[in-house]
T-cell receptor, first 113, second 111 residues
Framework: NAGVTQTPKFRILKIGQSMTLQCTQDMNHNYMYWYRQDPGMGLKLIYYSVGAGITDKGEVPNGYNVSRSTTEDFPLRLELAAPSQTSVYFC????????????FGPGTRLTVL | GENVEQHPSTLSVQEGDSAVIKCTYSDSASNYFPWYKQELGKGPQLIIDIRSNVGEKKDQRIAVTLNKTAKHFSLHITETQPEDSAVYFCAASISGNQFYFGTGTSLTVIP
C-alpha cells in the first residue's frame, strides 16, 4: 500500500490564482481530512469527509472547497489564492474499523506571492 | 469548539532522562486523545493514543495518562534517545469526527 499520497510537493502561486491539491489513499478508508500547518503552529482542520459524497467544514474552511466523489480521492480546491493561504497542507485518513489512527500524507508546501 | 493547549513549546533533556509534555482540552465530549511525532519535512505520525475510558496506556518507553475530571492528558517518554528529537503534538477528538491539535512541543535530546 502506498498509504496517503499528495501532489504536488511544492507550489508557488500568484495572488488570485487557483489550484487543486490532490490527495489519494489506497487503504479503503472512509474518513479523510485536510489540514493546514502554519510555521510553529499545530494543525488546523480545513474540511473533512466521513465518506464519498459527504463533506463538512472544519475550523478554517474559508477560501477552500472540497469534493469527495470516490472513497480514494479528496481534492482541496483553492480559489483566488491569498498570501494568508501560504502554509503546508496535509491530508489524512482514518479507517473506522478498530480505531481512529490517522495516517498522514507527506504534505504540500504552498507559497502565495 | 474544542480548545487544546499544549506545554511546554520547547523542551531540552539529556539523553537518558525523561520528558513530559502536557495538554489540556475544553470539551468534555472529547473521547479520543492521540499523540503525534513530526520529523522535519514529514507528516505527523501517531505514536500513542488513549480513549476516555482508560486512565493510562504504555508502549515501551512511551506512556500517556488521562485525567478526565481535570481535562488534561500527558505524554511521558522515558530513557530518551537522540532519535526522539522531533516536534510532538497532542490532539483531541470526538470519535474521529474532528481533530483539534495543540501547538506542538519541540523536543531536543542532548547526547
Amino acid at each position: 500500500n502506498a498509504g496517503v499520497t499528495q501532489t504536488p510537493k511544492f507550489r508557488i502561486l500568484k495572488i488570485g490564482q487557483s489550484m487543486t491539491l490532490q490527495c489519494t489513499q489506497d487503504m479503503n478508508h472512509n474518513y479523510m481530512y485536510w489540514y493546514r500547518q502554519d510555521p510553529g503552529m499545530g494543525l488546523k482542520l480545513i474540511y473533512y469527509s466521513v465518506g464519498a459524497g459527504i463533506t463538512d467544514k472544519g475550523e478554517v474552511p474559508n477560501g477552500y472547497n472540497v469534493s469527495r466523489s470516490t472513497t480514494e480521492d479528496f481534492p482541496l480546491r483553492l480559489e483566488l489564492a491569498a498570501p494568508s493561504q501560504t502554509s503546508v497542507y496535509f491530508c489524512a485518513s482514518i479507517g473506522t474499523s478498530g480505531g481512529y489512527t490517522q495516517y498522514f500524507g507527506p504534505g504540500t508546501r504552498l507559497t502565495v506571492l | 469548539g474544542e480548545n487544546v493547549e499544549q506545554h511546554p513549546s520547547t523542551l531540552s533533556v539529556q539523553e537518558g532522562d525523561s520528558a513530559v509534555i502536557k495538554c489540556t482540552y475544553s470539551d468534555s465530549a472529547s473521547n479520543y486523545f492521540p499523540w503525534y511525532k513530526q520529523e522535519l519535512g514529514k507528516g505527523p505520525q501517531l505514536i500513542i493514543d488513549i480513549r476516555s475510558n482508560v486512565g493510562e496506556k504504555k508502549d515501551q518507553r512511551i506512556a500517556v495518562t488521562l485525567n478526565k475530571t481535570a481535562k488534561h492528558f500527558s505524554l511521558h517518554i522515558t530513557e530518551t534517545q537522540p532519535e526522539d528529537s522531533a516536534v510532538y503534538f497532542c490532539a483531541a477528538s470526538i470519535s474521529g469526527n474532528q481533530f483539534y491539535f495543540g501547538t506542538g512541543t519541540s523536543l531536543t535530546v542532548i547526547p
